[in-house]
């Protein structure tokens, strides 16, 4: 069986507050995130309706809503959230998110992966 098509978002940034101490969670922090969502069809079988697909630009503003939406302590919890949003919101087969956080000294950053669907 041929892979499943994917939409792509890739580095959309999030406003959020998150982090394990009180203080680093008082002001906003900016994470990316890379959203793979993985289609039930094929891109063929659409005909160039967006009806039939993914609204991407509505998943994006979705998950920038629930970032910024409260408080957190751990970049796991977000990136669950996330996923489940997009599969039970958008009608996506499958998803992963990629979350990464710019917080530890001599490191880019700190990143978690979450698969869930198909």
Avoid: W
């Avoid at 792509?8 to 969670?25: A, F, M, Q, Y």
């Avoid at 751990?74 to 956080?101: P, Q």
Wanted: with cysteine.
């Amino acid at each position: 069986m041929p892979p499943a098509d994917e939409i792509r978002l890739s580095c959309l940034k999030l406003s959020t507050h998150i982090g394990v101490p009180d203080e680093e969670r008082a002001g906003s922090q900016m994470l990316e995130a890379d959203v793979i969502m993985r289609l039930s069809g094929r891109f063929e079988t659409m005909q160039d309706d967006i009806n039939a697909t993914i609204d991407y630009a509505a998943v994006a503003m979705r998950l920038q809503q629930i970032a910024a939406g409260k408080p957190r302590c751990l970049i796991e919890t977000l990136a669950t959230e996330l996923a489940e949003c997009v599969l039970r919101e958008f009608g996506a087969e499958g998803v992963t998110i990629y979350l990464r956080k710019r917080i530890l000294p001599d490191t880019d950053h700190v990143a978690v992966r979450v698969v869930r669907g198909v």
